[in-house]
Antibody, heavy 121, light 111 residues
Framework: EVQLVESGGGLVQPGGSLRLSCATS????????MTWVRQAPGKGLEWVSAISGGDGSTYYADFVKGRFTISKDNSRNTLYLQMNSLRVDDTAIYSC??????????????WGQGTIVTVSS | QSALTQPASVSGSPGQSITISCTGTRSDFGGHDYVSWYQRHPGKVPKLLIYGVSDRPSGVSNRFSGSKSGNTASLTISGLQAEDEADYYCASYTSGSTSVLFGGGTKLTVL
């Protein structure tokens, strides 16, 4: 059974940092692209970042470029999102999702439950 | 990066068919087939309904179908059932910003 479990969320002050993790199991992690998606309170889904399954190339939404870094550890089957210079409008539930293939542009076929990030003073 | 445009809400009676549109720009939909649709019930994780514009993952009912024409993608649900009541999101790779865009979401009400 495919499982994705996020952790690392919490309350942080503006300008602070958090590192999210997404522990996976039930599939060959290195073969798939992975992505982070967020949903702010009362808003829709918003794509944040992706990492390809082959060469590990990374991609970011404009609103997180230079602040967030996506990475993965194939030996631990774990995806990460390092979030720096956090802003109030980064407050959201952050979910990891598996792409349908090794291509980061492909659909998201498995999702985690998400971890809550609250940025507030 | 503007979100793709979806109607905020649609409704239909059991047994009827409804179509949800998803409108973007040429850079959002042109030159590729990376368009997908998701169903999300309250408190649940999103479920992939359609990928590659019109392909269904194993286990998804053939009542769900997808298409694309020009700058608009569409999700059609035929034979509406009560359990189809949910939020629906489209998503597409966009070459304009080398990213993925989601639609704002459409709330489907089954009357």
């Amino acid at each position: 059974e495919v499982q994705l479990v996020e952790s690392g969320g919490g309350l942080v002050q503006p300008g602070g940092s958090l590192r999210l993790s997404c522990a996976t199991s039930g599939f060959t992690f290195s073969n798939y692209a992975m992505t982070w998606v967020r949903q702010a309170p009362g808003k829709g889904l918003e794509w944040v970042s992706a990492i390809s399954g082959g060469d590990g190339s990374t991609y970011y939404a404009d609103f997180v470029k230079g602040r967030f870094t996506i990475s993965k550890d194939n030996s631990r089957n774990t995806l990460y999102l390092q979030m720096n210079s956090l802003r109030v409008d980064d407050t959201a539930i952050y979910s990891c999702a598996r792409c349908h293939s090794s291509s980061w542009t492909d659909a998201f076929d498995m999702w985690g439950q998400g971890t809550i990030v609250t940025v507030s003073s | 990066q503007s979100a793709l445009t979806q109607p905020a809400s649609v409704s239909g009676s059991p047994g009827q068919s409804i179509t949800i549109s998803c409108t973007g720009t040429r850079s959002d939909f042109g030159g590729h087939d990376y368009v997908s649709w998701y169903q999300r019930h309250p408190g649940k994780v999103p479920k992939l309904l359609i990928y590659g514009v019109s392909d269904r993952p194993s286990g998804v009912s053939n009542r769900f179908s997808g298409s694309k024409s020009g700058n608009t993608a569409s999700l059609t649900i035929s034979g509406l059932q009560a359990e189809d009541e949910a939020d629906y999101y489209c998503a597409s790779y966009t070459s304009g910003s080398t990213s993925v865009l989601f639609g704002g979401g459409t709330k489907l009400t089954v009357l």
